[in-house]
């Protein structure tokens, strides 16, 4: 998939996307400098930057189809871009978002901004996505596989002690003498 980058003109909309996760807070901002408009959504807290930043693009692709309008998309999500781009297997959120960028294939640009660089839509995008975090309004995406895999992780760890913990044995009592509970790393 490729993604032409526009000449800007007066019909064609400039717009800012960014992503942020801070304090436990996840947003991102799609900032629409043409019409002077700024979409926020904060997502749950176990929501990752990543999705923050493929999320943002994914609205401004929705926009561009719902208004039959041509818009230069700009980021600094490099991985985001390469994740776009891809041709390998990827999850169902990121095949999603591709699928919004093929259906607005002739009316988005997108282009890779370096991060605060000075550049004043990106600054402003920045803001917002911050401002987001808190907010924004609510935005529920699929939770990702790394979050779900530590949970997994945690709850075996927790069975693993019960067990270990309530186990009766003379090889048992001796062993928790010297380990008393299972850790992550055996």
């Known amino acids: ?38 979409i926020c959504h904060k997502l749950e807290p176990n929501n990752t930057g990543f999705q923050t930043e493929l999320a943002a693009l994914g609205v401004a692709a929705d926009l561009a189809v719902e208004n039959n309008t041509k818009i230069n998309i700009f980021t600094d999500s490099k991985s985001s871009i390469d994740a ?16 919004k960028f093929r259906l607005a294939e002739r009316l988005v640009g997108l282009t890779w901004v370096k991060a605060h660089a000075g550049i004043p839509g ?3 995008a920045d803001q917002f996505a ?37 186990y009766q044995s003379a090889s048992g009592t001796q062993i928790r003498a010297y380990v008393p509970r299972v850790d992550e790393k055996c």
């Not at 800007?8 to 043409?34: H, P, Q, R, W």
């Not at 776009?84 to 699928?99: A, D, E, W, Y």
């Not at 907010?135 to 927790?158: A, D, F, T, V, W």
Request: with cysteine; charged share 20%.
């Open 1 to 38: 998939m490729s993604f032409p980058t526009m000449r800007l003109d007066d019909n064609i909309f400039e717009v800012y996307t960014d992503g942020s996760k801070i304090a436990g807070g996840v947003g991102f901002s799609v900032c629409i400098f043409n019409q002077q408009k700024i």
């Open 130 to 166: 911050k401002l987001a975090t808190t907010n924004g309004e609510l935005m529920i995406l699929q939770l990702p596989h790394s979050y779900l895999k530590l949970q997994l992780k945690r709850i075996i760890l927790e069975s693993w002690n019960d067990c270990y913990t309530q």
């Open 122 to 124: 990106n600054e402003l």
């Open 84 to 99: 776009l781009k891809s041709h390998g297997r990827k999850p169902n959120f990121v095949n999603s978002i591709k699928n």
